[in-house]
């Protein structure tokens, strides 16, 4: 039993330690603006695996009070790349009505990319263009009596830092 108990550890240890293959560390703490951030907010994402991050934010939507999310990114490079293209889902505040101060969940899919930056690069810029998939705009539109919504498509961006 402790055998395994230190194996376990021993596997933990290797793979949370930084190398130059693991340089943005498994956890990336962002800020920015968009459906990942929560409309403006901040952004965390776990990485399960080189290829795979799970992410949640949380943040404001200054008109229509507290946004949030989660998702899921897929990476097409491993993280030695300074430059990292990945395909998006998330399901969080979509839709964001001022002069209503109402807010509207919804599930966004696109791509993006993430930048690693500095000389450790653990610090980065990192997009996203999205296309809100559900619910459709016409039927927000509906149910906030004919306002219009804009269009499906939404950008983000933010900072980040990996630790």
């Known amino acids: 039993m402790k055998k395994?108990?230190?194996v376990v550890a021993s596997l933990l240890t290797l793979a949370f330690t930084a190398s130059p293959?693991?340089?943005?560390?498994?956890?990336?703490?962002?800020?920015?603006?968009?459906?990942?951030?929560?409309?403006?907010?901040v952004?965390?994402?776990?990485?399960?695996?080189?290829?795979?991050?799970?992410?949640?934010g949380v943040g404001h939507t200054v008109f229509a009070g507290v946004g949030w999310c989660v998702g899921?990114?897929?990476y097409l490079f491993?993280?030695?790349?300074?430059l990292r293209p990945r395909l998006a889902a998330y399901y969080g505040t979509a839709y964001v009505h001022g002069d209503l101060e109402?807010?509207?969940a919804g599930l966004a899919v696109g791509g993006g990319a993430h930048l690693r930056l500095g000389k450790s690069k653990k610090?980065?810029?990192?997009?996203?263009?999205?296309?809100i998939v559900s619910p459709s705009t016409s039927?927000?539109?509906?149910?906030?009596?004919?306002?219009?919504?804009?269009?499906?498509?939404?950008v983000s961006l933010g900072y980040t830092f990996s630790f």
């Open 4 to 6: 395994s108990a230190s």
């Open 21 to 41: 293959a693991r340089a943005e560390g498994p956890v990336r703490l962002g800020a920015g603006f968009g459906i990942p951030y929560g409309v403006i907010g």
């Open 43 to 56: 952004n965390v994402e776990a990485r399960a695996g080189d290829y795979v991050g799970l992410t949640a």
């Open 72 to 74: 899921g990114r897929g």
């Open 78 to 82: 491993p993280p030695e790349r300074k």
């Open 102 to 104: 109402k807010q509207k």
């Open 123 to 131: 610090h980065g810029l990192e997009t996203d263009v999205l296309l």
């Open 139 to 154: 039927s927000v539109e509906e149910d906030w009596g004919g306002v219009s919504v804009g269009a499906p498509v939404k």
